[in-house]
């Protein structure tokens, strides 16, 4: 049983909480723009390393809250808790974040918005 | 439409009767666990900083926001409990929660919901010396006496039931529960306090 420190409540029991699997899927913004093979990496392909992996988490039966976790999933130590919208801040954690295979996919690209002065800018 | 004037709600645990089991040798004391009835409970949510609800709530509920997380404030026999960085719930007497709600300056108030939950909620105490073993039987909370001290309010499981837990007084909680869980909650209790003894007193 995992002990989970919610960023509101603080540590908690893992019965409380619910895991909403793999966190940093950005939808693609131009989806029309991708191939069938490059919009399944967004809409159906997970993650499922041995080691480091960045997961969304929700404290459903306390505060009702999402919130990141990065999670060991051979230790199942939890190496970091951070909030939505942000990415972690330990090493481990940046570097699982980094090698995901996932940062180089056509949607994770196409989900990053486009510089007001348009595509000609850098 | 018709006047609901003389229509009177009933207890989420109404018809449940009252029942006890003698204190065994070795128990400290009955817990005494009692209905307390129908309560009106308004569900808060806004910025912890929001100036026109903390001042709305200081005149009309008598304290303000807990900002702080896991903490309730007091007023009388009312009460504001955290339940979430931006959601909080006022608890108070039968009757109150429109004049709570047209207190609070709602139109001036900016990006706020309130709801009326009274009857979403159903509410008991329990006191004595033995509250805290009865709960830690069903809950994974720590209520250990210098951990889940007076003014401390928790939301966790008790069994499988949601419930959001307050610590009142050094042996007094109150749990308060979805209307449909509380006769559950209240026949796990009465299982857990067998050992100690216990009496159940309706609203
Ligand atoms: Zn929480």
Partial sequence: MLLIKCPFCGDRDELEFSCGGEAHIARPLAENTLTDAEFADYLFLRDNPKGVFLERWIHTDGCRRWFNVARDTVSHEIIEVYPMGETPKTEAAKAAHKASWRRQTAAEAAAKPASPAGRSGS | ?203
């Fill in chain 2, 1 to 203: 439409m018709a006047s609901l004037q003389n229509v009177h709600g009933a207890s989420a645990l109404h018809g449940i009767a009252a029942a006890s089991s003698p204190p065994p040798q070795g128990s400290r004391g009955a817990v005494v666990m009692r209905d307390t009835g129908l309560l009106d409970k308004i569900n808060l949510r806004c910025d912890a900083g929001n100036t026109v609800i903390n001042e709305a709530l200081s005149r009309v509920v008598g304290t303000r926001l807990p900002a702080e997380p896991n903490r309730f404030h007091v007023s009388g026999n009312r009460r504001i409990a955290w339940l979430g960085p931006d959601e909080w719930i006022i608890l108070a007497e039968n009757g109150s929660a429109d004049t709570i709600t047209a207190g609070l300056d709602l139109p001036e108030a900016g990006h706020v919901a309130v709801n009326n939950v009274s009857d979403a909620l159903g509410s008991i105490i329990l006191e004595g010396e033995h509250t805290r073993d009865a709960l830690a039987k069903h809950c994974a909370l720590d209520f250990h006496p210098t951990v889940f001290t007076p003014g401390i309010v928790q939301q966790s499981l008790l069994s499988h039931a949601g419930v959001t837990i307050m610590c009142l007084d050094d042996n007094a909680f109150q749990i308060i529960g979805r209307s449909s869980f509380m006769p559950y909650i209240v026949a796990l209790l009465k299982d857990a306090m067998i050992e100690y003894g216990y009496e159940f007193q309706p609203a």
